[in-house]
């Protein structure tokens, strides 16, 4: 993809997908404006240069749109931005009753709201087919392998709430973020690919969740647990330019066979000990040519969006067609109640990330 392929298709993400989030926004601020008696001057989606614009002759609001859809803005008549024309002074927002001002400023987040909950309600409505909540691996020294939970059983609680995705399990278990105590996890145990007809209880004790050395893994990493993922042999089919990997010997088609003291026979095992293990040299043994190799790698640090740090070493292994087990799949749809009370889970639960 060309770069300008790339500015193309971005600049047509702002205006199809920010464009109408900002006029519905705005929409709340100039709606609940003329609800309340206000005056509005201009009602603009975007900023910056006017593209557009259009003038009611009823009303005298001037509608616009500018070259700028990172926003908007609802002009409205306002002594403390201008002179009030004579006999107009109740129209303006700053002569208005406090209760009146608290709602036009309130009602375009609360738009947003009003937005998330519908199109979650959507999408809850909607048959999705995703991973059950059938664990395909425990990982190993972690909370879920000290406390004897198996691969294959399937988790249908936590701290007796149901839960029905890996996203509500890690909603549940973030929660628990920097305590140590207990964690009550039912599952129901399999046998092969058949559920066996009652469920198991397991307390799993956590100390200092998700800080010191997990700081920055996933949540279900750091528990211990992982949805299912196909065994990719670890086989190295292609090295960024000055990545760790190239630049410390390692070449294409090196099988990956030990890191440190651990064997390693799939890829997404190898992939967790270099994110886990940032500007920290490995011992790496690799089967080059059928003879085995040692290197010393260390993983070059990076930071994700939360300041956290990771380890990379710019290595990729080749694309594999992965065909998940029926077992481990399930289709999830709602009716329009619960849909709706899903909807109000997700909306204040990404609320509660983005104000942390």
Not at 34 to 41: A, E, M
Not at 331 to 336: E, F, M
């Amino acid at each position: 993809m060309t770069q300008l392929t790339t500015i193309i298709l971005t600049l047509l993400a702002m205006i199809f997908v920010l464009g109408p989030l900002v006029a519905l926004h705005e929409w709340g601020h100039y709606i609940v404006a003329r609800l309340c008696g206000v005056k509005v001057l201009t009602y603009s989606i975007g900023f910056g240069k006017k593209l557009w614009s259009w003038k009611s002759p009823k009303t005298g609001i001037e509608y616009q749109i500018a070259a700028l859809p990172l926003g908007g803005f609802v002009q409205m008549l306002d002594g403390r931005e201008g002179k009030i024309p004579k006999g107009e002074e109740h129209l303006a927002f700053d002569h208005q009753h406090p209760l009146k001002k608290i709602a036009i400023v309130v009602a375009g987040p609360l738009m947003n709201f009003i937005i998330a909950i519908v199109l979650f309600t959507v999408l809850f409505m909607t048959p999705s087919e995703q991973f059950n909540t059938r664990i395909g691996s425990v990982l190993p020294d972690s909370f879920a392998e000290v406390a004897s939970i198996q691969a294959g059983d399937k988790i249908v609680s936590i701290d007796e709430q149901a839960v029905d995705s890996w996203a509500s399990i890690s909603y549940l278990l973030a929660d628990h973020m920097g305590e140590t105590t207990d964690i009550k996890v039912s599952v129901i145990p399999y046998q092969g690919d058949k559920p066996l007809a009652s469920t198991k209880d397991y307390t799993v004790a956590i100390s200092q969740f998700m800080q010191g050395e997990d700081k920055g893994q996933s949540v279900l990493a750091s528990f211990g647990t992982l949805p299912w993922q196909p065994v990719i042999e670890p086989v190295i089919a292609e090295l960024s330019t000055g990545g760790a990997g190239e630049l410390m010997g390692l070449k294409v088609g090196d099988k990956i066979i030990k890191v440190n003291d651990t064997n390693i026979d799939d890829w997404f095992a190898f992939q967790r000990i270099i994110k886990a293990n940032p500007e920290t040299t490995l011992a790496i043994s690799v089967l080059r040519d059928g003879k085995p190799v040692s290197l010393d790698i260390m993983p070059q640090g990076k930071k994700d969006d939360m300041g956290n740090e990771y380890g990379i070493i710019g290595a990729m292994v080749k694309p594999t067609k992965i065909v998940v087990p029926d077992s481990y799949k399930t289709t999830i749809q709602y009716d329009l109640v619960p849909a709706v009370g899903k909807s109000f889970e997700k909306t204040y639960d990404l609320s509660c990330i983005f104000n942390t």
